[in-house]
């Protein structure tokens, strides 16, 4: 269970994003275990956005939101790894010590 919300937030946009559906602001808070509005979830949405995991949908007037391209790489390492057989990558801030 995911204790800090920001930490819950980024989940949740990322595990959109790597799916590669287009999402809104709506479908995240309906995703999250608390009612979370407003600054908190654009402040989210915009650090996303900056490392590369999203990006905006250019035709829903900044609504929408979508696969950006560290996401694409990602979900292409787990779709290539799933059809060897191997394990789900991790990205390095994931690795237990």
Avoid: C
């Avoid at 979830?41 to 939101?65: F, V």
């Avoid at 560290?70 to 390095?92: C, F, H, R, W």
Wanted: cysteine-free.
């Amino acid at each position: 269970m995911v204790h800090d919300i920001s930490a819950q937030i980024s989940s949740v946009i990322i595990k959109n994003s790597i799916s590669e559906i287009r999402f809104s602001m709506n479908d995240i808070e309906s995703e999250l275990e608390h009612d979370v509005k407003g600054e908190k979830l654009r402040n989210a949405l915009k650090q996303l956005e900056q490392e590369g995991w999203i990006k905006a949908d250019e035709s829903s007037s900044g609504e929408y939101w979508k696969t950006g391209p560290l996401a694409l790489q990602y979900g292409d390492m787990v779709k290539n790894t799933e059809s060897s057989g191997g394990l789900i990558p991790v990205l390095p801030n994931e690795r237990e010590s």
